[in-house]
């Protein structure tokens, strides 16, 4: 097994980590990065991002992610696909684990992201793959002239049930409440939209289907009545949590799990820093996480600075 030692490891290759590369490698710090699971994060998974400026005509996520690798590369960043799956921060270098070796890391950004929130209802894992999905770029395809029903009130929800309109045949979305959170662009493309229905007050109590997905049963919140609801499709978009599971104990986070940090993108660890999701339940935006981790690439390059004035 082979030990690299870096000035900068950034963890998660999402519009926070990339961008975190990009900076630190135009800081001459050759930062290397681990992509995580996801190259791109979950901006890649975004068929058309709509509101990162620069694009007028709107970008997809994948090409999105693709030109901030490239941007970083050009600078000298590496991106290794490769996964962190334990990390020793008592001590400089830090230490982290992963299948191919061991890094040691002077500085370490995390930028490691969140996942989808599941129903954790009867049926869903089961029928996951087989008609119930979190990723609507991955699997919209999948559902041509096809039914589909949305869970959720919020933007992911409402932005991607536009996008499955391309696809289904009729898109009908959930929600629990009467009131959405989403924004009023959004909701008012969903309610001139044709093929779009609404439910409201109601929630999905079960997902129905052996092989594959037939149908959902539904409970309204306010009368208690059952129903079921013939479809092919389920797509959840109910929220993410942060995936900082690694980080228990050694970091300090939220009580929902969201890594804490100052306005510098400083952890509770003197040269750790995080960005994007992980540390940012409120605007999950391409551009506020590429805006995190441009700082915290700024701030683990001061923090080298320091240590090597006083070292060096
Ligand atoms: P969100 O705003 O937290 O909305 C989650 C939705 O899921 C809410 O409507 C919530 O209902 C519902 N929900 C949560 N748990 C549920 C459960 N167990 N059963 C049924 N429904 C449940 O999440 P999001 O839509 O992923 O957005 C997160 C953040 O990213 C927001 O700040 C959003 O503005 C931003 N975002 C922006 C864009 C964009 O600008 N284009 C796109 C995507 C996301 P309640 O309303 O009743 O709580």
Known sequence: ????????????????????ALYAARAELEP????????????????TIENYPGFPEGVGGAQLGELFQKQ?????AKVEFNMAHEVDLSQRPFTVKTDDGDYKAETLIVTTGANPNHL?????VELTGRGVSYCATCDGWFFK????VIVGGGDSAFEEALFITRYASSVTLI???????????LQNRAKEHPKMNFILDTVVTEVV?????TALKLKNVKTGQESTFETDGLFIFIGHTP?????????????????????????????VYAAGEIADPHFRQVITSAGMGAAAAIQATKFLEEKETVHG
């Open 1 to 20: 097994m082979t030990e690299k030692h870096v000035k900068v490891l950034v963890l998660g290759s999402g519009p926070a980590g990339l961008s975190a």
């Open 32 to 47: 290397i990065v681990l992509t995580g699971m996801q190259l791109g994060g979950q901006a890649a998974l975004t068929h």
């Open 120 to 124: 954790e209802i009867p049926g869903e």
């Open 175 to 185: 929600h629990r409440r009467e009131e959405f959170r989403a924004g009023a662009i």
């Open 145 to 148: 002239d096809k039914r589909v």
């Open 72 to 76: 970083a590369e050009n600078f000298g």
């Open 243 to 271: 995936n900082s599971q690694m980080f228990k104990g050694q970091l300090e986070m939220s009580d929902l799990g969201y890594v804490l940090v100052n306005d510098k993108m400083e952890t509770s660890v003197e040269g």
């Open 209 to 213: 289907g052996t092989d594959k997905l």
